[in-house]
């Protein structure tokens, strides 16, 4: 999807069952947003249009929802050049997935909309679809509002909505993060599965983001780049394991011939740190589940880290504070990719964990919502760093 931009003040949306949605003054860019199923961002934009004074009026002022239309199928539908199963294929559409609609025409076995949804544009039957009051309805539920931090370069995380209230954590500028309630001054964000606080409104733009239908092209791009992720990850395994062979001969040599010395290559351990970075974007997308371990099924912070370590014969310990404790003490800035950095509650105990990929960057379970995700590592204040692999 292309971005666009958009300027949205203090817009009342009651349709999406939010009291008052504040969104900042700044004009911003909408950007893609990667998603397992449709892999694209949608803001409100075509919901409003602004005035000569600068104001921003409903276009529609009956219903939002009007020319708004929310899949409701089982997996996905199809997008068609033409309103009959006959016509090509230029899309897919996953459940729970925004158009709009352009116009409605009789078709094969009754009624379509001709849509548009991210960059595709074509033809879907009316009968997979909510419409007006209906698709309002589910909006708040399908719907993801996300706020990004603005105008400072850190901002507090409060435990209340006061400025005298303690603070938790710092967050980053442009890291962004989910709505979960808005005030006239504050908004309460969750930052993590384990970390929900508040910062004042000034400090956010705000959008909503809906997964959108997807190509034929960009769904075969997206199976290609899967596939690099893939064979990437499978290649480093494969010199990790070359090199633990090696390792494990020369060892055995010297207990064959005491005198023989083996001096570790500085490469080993890079080798081993790249196959475990390359292992772990295997796994971006894939679910949150508290408590869990499995890459693929769901697991949590820790379980996620735990997990990839054990796939290179490390036992890391099952929580982040076991972790944190068994693993050697770094300073955090002397972290490098595959090692682990810790965030606490604000009041010193350890409740989250994530690695370091490089580029100030680490890839961690977040929360229900996003999964497994790839963050800027100041995204809330670290605390402690850690590595096993030296």
């Given at each position: 999807m292309k971005n666009g931009k958009i300027i949205?003040?203090?817009?009342?949306?009651?349709?999406?069952?939010?009291?008052?949605?504040?969104?900042?003054?700044?004009?911003?860019?909408?950007?893609?947003?990667?998603?397992?199923?449709?892999?694209?961002?949608?803001?409100l934009s075509h919901y409003y249009n602004s005035?000569?004074?600068?104001?921003?009026?409903?276009?529609?002022?009956?219903?939002?929802?009007?020319?708004?239309?929310?899949?409701?199928?089982?997996?996905?539908?199809?997008?068609?050049?033409?309103?009959?199963?006959?016509?090509?294929?230029?899309g897919k559409i996953y459940n729970e997935s925004v158009g709009t609609i352009i116009e409605t025409v009789e078709g094969e076995d009754g009624q379509w909309y001709q849509v548009q949804s991210g960059?595709?544009?074509?033809?879907?039957?009316?009968?997979?679809?909510?419409?007006?009051?209906?698709?309002?309805?589910?909006?708040?539920?399908?719907?993801?509002?996300?706020?990004?931090?603005?105008?400072?370069?850190t901002v507090r995380l409060r435990v209340e909505a006061d400025m005298d209230s303690d603070t938790l954590s710092l967050l980053s500028e442009d890291s962004e993060y989910i709505v979960l309630e808005e005030t006239d001054e504050f908004v309460k964000l969750q930052v993590d599965a384990d970390l929900i606080g508040y910062v004042p409104i000034?400090?956010?733009?705000?959008?909503?983001?809906?997964?959108?239908?997807?190509?034929?092209e960009e769904e075969q791009a997206q199976k290609e780049e899967q596939e690099r992720v893939r064979k990437e990850a499978e290649a480093a395994k494969r010199e990790e394991d070359i090199r633990k062979e090696a390792e494990r001969a020369l060892a055995k040599k010297n207990i064959q011939e005491p005198n023989a010395e083996y001096v570790p290559d500085?490469?080993?351990?890079?080798?081993?740190?790249?196959?475990?970075?390359?292992?772990?974007?295997?796994?971006l997308g894939n679910p949150y589940v508290w408590g869990g371990t499995s890459l693929t099924k769901g697991a949590d912070c820790s379980g996620f880290t735990m997990s990839i370590y054990r796939e290179f014969g490390i036992s890391t310990g099952r929580t982040s504070r076991d972790q944190a404790a068994k693993g050697k003490k770094i300073s955090i800035t002397e972290v490098r990719p595959g090692d682990l950095i810790f965030y606490d509650n604000g009041k010193g105990t350890i409740n989250h964990v994530a690695m370091y990929i490089g580029d100030l960057k680490v890839i961690h379970a977040s929360n229900s919502r996003t999964g497994i995700i790839i963050s800027n590592m100041y995204y809330r204040t670290p605390c402690k760093a850690a590595t096993f692999l030296k």
């Open positions: 949205l003040r203090r817009l009342a949306i009651a349709c999406l069952g939010i009291p008052v949605l504040f969104i900042a003054t700044k004009t911003f860019a909408l950007s893609d947003v990667e998603s397992p199923l449709a892999g694209a961002a949608m803001a005035g000569e004074d600068g104001l921003e009026i409903p276009l529609v002022k009956a219903s939002r929802y009007d020319n708004v239309a929310i899949t409701n199928v089982s997996h996905y539908v199809n997008i068609r050049t033409v309103p009959a199963t006959s016509g090509e294929v230029v960059t595709v544009n074509g033809y879907i039957k009316a009968e997979y679809f909510l419409t007006g009051d209906e698709a309002a309805a589910v909006a708040k539920k399908v719907g993801t509002v996300l706020a990004r931090i603005i105008n400072a370069s000034d400090y956010v733009d705000i959008r909503i983001e809906f997964k959108q239908a997807i190509s034929i500085s490469a080993d351990e890079t080798t081993t740190r790249n196959a475990i970075i390359a292992y772990a974007k295997q796994f």
